[in-house]
Nanobody, 120 residues
Framework: QLQASGGGLVQAGGSLKLSCAAS????????MGWFRQAPGKEREFVAA????????YYKDSVKGRFTISRDNAKNTVYLQMNSLKPEDTAVYYC???????????????WGQGTQVTVSS
């Protein structure tokens, strides 16, 4: 089970850090990551990180602004979001699954969403 937290309201240019705590064991061949869904739009992949943390993947529009990390001792993955833009406004979901599945929009496990709103 995945539990996301950390969303909120922030002005453009501001920062937020999302957390996703996993209860129970996540398969070591699973990546963990984040998706988002804006109103009226399809859910999209945002970022993913390998079990070891050595490999990270990002949606092009968030590269250089968002950083994904994980703490396996705490079974938690984070998404540090800097230089936020109004177009980043969405419900953010954490997820776990094979990378190939996540990069095509799917996952094996989903957390509940957390709302991120960026005001202009």
């Amino acid at each position: 089970q995945l539990q996301a937290s950390g969303g909120g309201l922030v002005q453009a240019g501001g920062s937020l850090k999302l957390s996703c705590a996993a209860s129970g064991r996540i398969k070591s061949n699973y990546h963990m990551g984040w998706f988002r869904q804006a109103p009226g739009k399809e859910r999209e992949f945002v970022a993913a990180i390998s079990w070891s943390g050595d490999s990270t993947y990002y949606k092009d529009s968030v590269k250089g602004r968002f950083t994904i990390s994980r703490d396996n001792a705490k079974n938690t993955v984070y998404l540090q979001m800097n230089s936020l833009k109004p177009e980043d406004t969405a419900v953010y979901y954490c997820a776990a699954g094979p990378l190939v599945t996540m990069r095509t929009g799917g996952a094996r496990s989903w957390g509940q969403g957390t709302q991120v709103t960026v005001s202009s």
